[in-house]
DNA sequence: TAACCTACCAAACACTTGTTAGGGAACTGT
DNA sequence: ACAGTTCCCTAACAAGTGTTTGGTAGGTTA
């Protein structure tokens, strides 16, 4: 049995949003209010570990008074995830259109990512615990695509790096694919915003360490003291 | 109301492990087995989406038949995971007492991660996701304890290679701390057994990106057409 | 044959889970 | 004063959860 007419259609699919509803629509603040507070329930708790009781705890009321707003808990987190990925592609394809070479490109990715970060701390870790298992439904099947317009993204800067002779040439592509999206994005599960860091501060130390590495370049010294 | 006494005690807590019975001790090495597979199920659907059915039908039993082996669902987990970290510290130590120095102790804690990866994926995984919830109960509290141990083993060794100079000094070490720590851990997420690359050579070549960068090193030709 | 032990099954238990139905208080516009 | 809308509460539901209890088939030992 379907749910009753009162909800709104979730945002959920990131993509069309058509129903026509005159008879309740709860406030899209409070919707976002609730969506925000979820989100940090979720991300502490893990979803699955995330009871719908907490999270009305969380919000100040009780747990049957969310489903005024939301159809499901598994569409709070679709909402969650697909308005932070919405907002994450525009900003990388911002970056991917802008005409760079590979290593401003792969610079540009990683300071959004870090700016991401920051913004959506949550919808972040949310998406780096539950994604592998939520992309098994066909519900959260965006996941699975966002995941390789990704890889895309990133190999496809990589290979142009290495061609065009900035990255270089011995290094298996796929590890350094994946090398580079996991510090990147692993990052959300220490991160917190307002610390003395601020994200591009971050982004800078990353990629100082991802491009350069951790020893010292030529022109410095290497002391081998004893 | 405690449990019955047919269970034997957990191992948890990985160190004492006293008490006297006589009354029943199922075999040893079909513990070992149900762990496994009880291991891969955590690993593949999460801690908590995990149900104790799901890990008997994998097994090919019933629920209730679990409880003939172990305690409680928990302390299968805790068994899982105290079991790795114990075989992970005999690896580390044997590295950290090796009198290295601080490049080659980095090279080495890498080398035997990945080496420990290889041997326990399944547990690595679960100890990545779920160690943070875990380790708020006191049961867990082993967990926590070995965290600190692992920073100490890594900033000590990144301390001392600043100090040597075979480390880059204008770097936040504590950032690089979580940087390597989280680059390798991560890995356990897609790496599989079995794969095209050995655990030395993933190894090898995340020690590279690590350690030198992903841009070429001086001598070789930066090229910049157009 | 008898006693015993290992390893499982069958069935239920108390509890938690996501979700629904109906009602009501506060505020709005008329 | 009225109806309407928004937002929440009370109370319950069915399904699923981890766990327990008692039983039993098959093997080993005496």
């Known amino acids: 049995m379907p749910n009753s007419t009162r909800n709104r259609a979730s945002t959920g699919n990131?993509?069309?949003?058509?129903?026509?509803?005159?008879?309740?629509?709860?406030?899209?603040?409070?919707?976002?209010e609730l969506l925000s507070t979820a989100a940090e329930v979720f991300a502490a708790q893990g979803y699955n570990a995330t009871t719908v009781r907490r999270i009305a705890d969380a919000a100040g009321?009780?747990?049957?008074?969310?489903?005024?707003?939301?159809d499901s808990k598994e569409s709070m987190v679709d909402e969650i995830l697909s308005t932070f990925?919405?907002?994450?592609?525009?900003?990388?394809?911002?970056?991917?259109?802008?005409?760079l070479g590979p290593r401003e490109t792969v610079?540009?990715?990683?300071?959004?990512?870090?700016?991401?970060?920051?913004?959506?701390?949550?919808a972040v870790a949310i998406y780096q615990k539950e994604s592998k298992q939520l992309s098994a439904q066909p519900r959260f099947g965006y996941l699975t695509e966002s995941q390789r317009r990704f890889e895309r993204a990133w190999l496809g800067a990589l290979e142009?790096?290495?061609?065009?002779?900035?990255?270089?040439?011995?290094?298996?592509?796929?590890?350094?694919?994946r090398f580079l999206r996991d510090t990147v994005w692993v990052a959300a599960s220490w991160y917190r915003p307002g610390g003395q860091h601020s994200p591009e501060e971050i982004a800078?130390?990353?990629?100082?360490?991802?491009?350069d590495g951790i020893t010292p370049r030529a022109g410095t010294t290497t002391a081998r003291p004893s």
Chains 1, 2 share one sequence.
């Open 61 to 70: 009321m009780l747990a049957g008074s969310l489903y005024y707003h939301f």
């Open 160 to 177: 142009r790096g290495v061609s065009e002779g900035v990255f270089r040439a011995d290094l298996d592509i796929r590890l350094a694919y």
């Open 107 to 122: 610079e540009a990715l990683v300071t959004e990512s870090f700016r991401e970060i920051d913004r959506h701390r949550a």
């Open 85 to 99: 990925l919405d907002e994450l592609w525009a900003g990388y394809e911002a970056v991917l259109g802008a005409g």
């Open 14 to 32: 990131s993509a069309k949003n058509s129903e026509k509803k005159t008879t309740v629509s709860p406030s899209p603040e409070r919707r976002r």
């Open 204 to 211: 800078r130390q990353y990629l100082s360490m991802v491009l």
